[in-house]
């Protein structure tokens, strides 16, 4: 797995230079090979430390070590930085990543495949920006971070790893993207960030040095594109990566174009009405497009087609909710299981929540029974759902994402 991650790291940052400049090496690089790892530079629990490559094309990581021995776990956390400018593209949607995150064991002894990892919350609110596991590229978040995710990070006091036991019947719940999870984790590490920053930002810079990027100068690439919603046209101007939008666009959009009179791609219209989820929380959605009008209404829960549309479009609109952080944390708590003697209360008034393994918690029923949920847990009906059109409607999905929820309603 962390060879395929590496590989990814330098395409990305190969791709932004063509020329590279001859930094001042460390010492320690002369102690090493290509494709071998020599120490940046030591901040206690975290280093930072580069990779080095055939010619001066080094990649450096901002990193510590995860044990249990009790579990017979040794991890190594690595936070690769690429193209993080300082300061944000000028674009209405960013949706390119800015760094790359790998937890892997330094054995490869067998027992590892077991498990799954996950960076699970920052100072105690949910995380959604990773899910991988151990042994294998088999990934419901991340591993790409974008620059919300990665200033969270940044600016965070502890996280929390939980791994996670995936053999071999929770193995289908874990590794599968359109899979919940329920199950609990066998391990939990309180991860101290204290000097996460300056490896990151040391790491960063060496990076940086190495492929001739000025960091206080952003050159993302940022186009201009146009989509009609709900029968007015607007415009979008977003950040654009070849590679990047080739993995996220099917074959039948890029030689038909996407649906509709503009241009924009169904990822870049996805995110542009979904700001705070990440790209595997919106596979959750799909792009709700009136044929007729040649418009689209928004987004709704359900599979997309090639072009991003809805297979299945029903009546449910999804919108977000505005100032829902509190609630967020509390549905996110819930679905997990966190919050205690609530889950089995929801079976006797037809309402389901549940986990979902891109990071979202989802509560399912009708929006009386959804309102009276949320104040089980402490929470008091939100935003959309204080509306009686919404408390009446017979099908109602609300969805935690972070700090975010995105409220489904017919």
């Given at each position: ?24 090496f ?7 090979g ?32 995860l ?60 995380f ?59 391990k ?34 940022v ?10 046209n ?19 959009e ?140 017979a ?16």
């Amino acid at each position: 797995m962390k060879a395929i991650l590496l590989t990814v790291v330098f395409a990305l940052a190969l791709s932004t230079e063509g020329s590279f400049a001859a930094p001042n090496f460390p010492m320690t690089r002369n102690a090493v090979g290509p494709g071998e790892y020599y120490v940046l530079e030591e901040f206690d629990e975290w280093v930072a430390s580069c990779l080095r490559g055939e010619d001066d094309d080094d990649i450096c990581e901002a990193s510590t070590t995860l044990t249990a021995m009790e579990e017979g776990l040794e991890l190594h956390l690595s936070i690769f930085p690429f193209m993080h400018y300082r300061k944000p593209a000028r674009a209405n949607v960013d949706v390119l990543p800015v760094a790359l995150v790998d937890i892997s064991p330094y054995s490869n002894s067998a027992h590892y495949h077991r498990f799954s990892a996950a960076i699970t919350s920052i100072d105690g609110d949910p995380f959604d920006g990773y899910w991988c596991q151990l042994t294998e590229l088999v990934c419901s978040r991340g591993p790409e971070l974008d620059r919300n995710s990665t200033d969270q990070l940044l600016s965070a006091r502890y996280v929390v790893v939980a791994i996670y036991d995936v053999d071999p019947e929770t193995a289908d719940e874990i590794a599968n993207v359109s899979d919940n999870f329920t199950v609990k984790p066998v391990k939990e590490f309180e991860l101290s960030m204290r000097n996460f920053r300056k490896a990151y930002e040391r790491a960063n810079r060496f990076s940086a040095d190495v492929s001739g990027i000025d960091l206080d100068n952003n050159e993302t690439q940022v186009k201009e594109c146009a989509f009609s919603y709900r029968g007015r046209n607007t415009s979008i101007r977003y950040t654009y990566d070849e590679d990047y939008d080739v993995n996220h666009t099917t074959m039948r959009e890029m030689l038909r174009g996407p649906r509709g009179s503009g241009d924009c791609p169904s990822y870049v219209m996805l995110a542009s009405l979904t700001p705070d989820m990440t790209p595997s929380q919106r596979d959750l959605f799909c792009l709700d497009y009136e044929k007729d009008a040649k418009t689209y209404q928004g987004f709704q829960m359900g599979e997309a087609n090639a072009y991003g549309v809805c297979v299945q479009p029903t009546k449910a609109f999804c919108s977000r909710v505005n100032d829902a952080k509190t609630a967020a944390v509390a549905i996110t708590g819930f679905a997990t299981g966190a919050v205690g003697g609530t889950v089995g209360a929801t079976a006797a008034t037809g309402t389901t929540v549940v986990a979902h393994s891109s990071g979202a918690a989802i509560l399912t029923g009708s929006g009386g029974y959804i309102a009276g949920t949320l104040g089980t847990i402490g929470t008091t009906a939100i935003g959309i759902l204080t509306a009686p059109v919404t408390v009446t409607a017979a099908a109602v999905s609300v969805v935690a994402v972070g700090g975010a929820v995105y409220v489904c309603s017919e």
